[in-house]
């Protein structure tokens, strides 16, 4: 996983942003399935717009949504464009370097491989991850062979096209593309990531209090639980 190096200047620049009494404004990729994504219409859907709108709505927060490319979507929350990341983003020691997590929304979960065939051996062969990500970095610290993509369905090509035996993901992204002649998802999985959680700049404290009360309340009165079964992203609380 390549490191984020914040400059002083950008720190000083996310110590003035808009605290939770103003419009938030939650940044997601809107290219994950069923996560978020953009549907028909040209909105932000997926498991995270729903959470996210009733999020707002137990926080009494006014909100708005923002997309953003992965691989600068932490850069761009510290620097201001957004005010939240709700984008499948699993916590982890790295990144709570440079910005703060909510308590996580969804727990820990496997992640998958989507091969082109189903006797892949994935510590020879070779794996596309998206940048960034926990499963690229968890690849390159197995000292397998890895290839980047910028989008997840860059990697999915990969694997189509041949340019890489399998891809590393979460499930809930890959399996409709089991349905493919050709593709499988392989028996083996990897335990990796703390769970997924709100990402929030550091400075704002208010927010992430705010934001934590309403995810405990939809963990205590099942709601979560059920978001989490509707859509199919991850094991339930």
């Known amino acids: 996983m390549k490191k984020l190096i914040l400059t002083t200047a950008a720190l000083a620049l996310a110590a003035g942003m808009a605290t939770a009494a103003d419009t938030v404004r939650m940044g997601t990729e809107g290219a994950y399935p069923p996560w978020n994504f953009i549907n028909d219409d040209g909105k932000v859907d997926g498991f995270e717009r729903e959470l996210g709108d009733e999020l707002c709505k137990r926080a009494e927060l006014t909100c708005e949504w923002v997309t953003n490319d992965w691989d600068s979507i932490i850069p761009n929350l510290v620097s201001g464009n957004y005010d939240t990341i709700i984008a499948g983003m699993s916590i982890t020691d790295e990144r709570d370097e440079v910005i703060d997590f909510t308590q996580a929304y969804t727990p820990p979960d496997p992640s998958s491989y989507l091969a082109n065939a189903a006797d892949v051996d994935v510590t020879g062969g070779v794996i596309a991850a998206q940048s960034a990500t926990i499963q690229a970095a968890f690849i390159a610290e197995q000292g397998w062979t890895l290839v980047e993509f910028p989008t997840p369905e860059e990697t999915v090509a990969a694997v189509r096209n041949g340019e890489a035996d399998a891809v590393l993901a979460d499930q809930a992204y890959l399996a ?28 704002d404290g208010e927010l992430k209090a705010k934001f934590d009360a309403a995810i405990q309340s939809m963990k205590d009165d099942g709601s979560l639980n059920a978001l989490i079964t509707k859509w199919e992203v991850a094991s339930t609380w």
Do not use: Q
Not at 177 to 203: C, Y
């Open 176 to 203: 409709p593309f089991a349905e493919e002649d050709g593709l499988f998802i392989l028996e083996r999985e990897e335990m990796i990531g703390g769970g997924v959680g709100l990402g929030v700049r550091e400075s």
